[in-house]
């Protein structure tokens, strides 16, 4: 099991994780870090786990528009793929009538 060393706004928090998330982790550790200087630069002086909160809710409002935002972009893929396949089945119906009138054509000249 592995162990990061987290630094967040001058405390050191010993946070444990399987093996090879370390790098992983610190980095996480250090975005939090970022958004903990900037919450605190702009609300002023708040306690730690006021400032905790609101960190964890700038991030959770972060993960919610890209979130959204990923749902976004699937749905248009989505239709991008039902219009591409509704095209395909009309060409294949176009190709069908085709032979089928072909077939007509050939039954009534007998």
């Known amino acids: ?13 010993q946070i444990a994780c399987d093996d090879g998330q370390e790098a ?5 550790g250090r975005y939090l870090d970022q958004r903990a200087e900037q ?7 708040v ?3 006021l400032l905790l ?3 964890g809710l700038m991030v959770a409002d972060e ?9 976004s ?5 989505t239709a991008a793929a039902r219009e591409e396949a509704e095209k395909e089945a009309v060409k294949a119906m ?17």
């Open 1 to 13: 099991m592995g162990q990061v060393s987290i630094n967040i706004r001058g405390r050191q928090y």
């Open 24 to 28: 992983h982790l610190a980095r996480l």
């Open 39 to 45: 919450v605190a630069a702009s609300a002023g002086s």
């Open 47 to 49: 306690n730690e786990s």
């Open 53 to 55: 909160v609101m960190v």
């Open 63 to 71: 993960l919610a528009d890209t979130s959204a935002e990923l749902e």
């Open 73 to 77: 972009l699937n749905g248009e893929k």
């Open 94 to 110: 176009n190709g069908l009538a085709e032979r089928i009138e072909r077939i007509a054509a050939r039954l009534e000249g007998t």
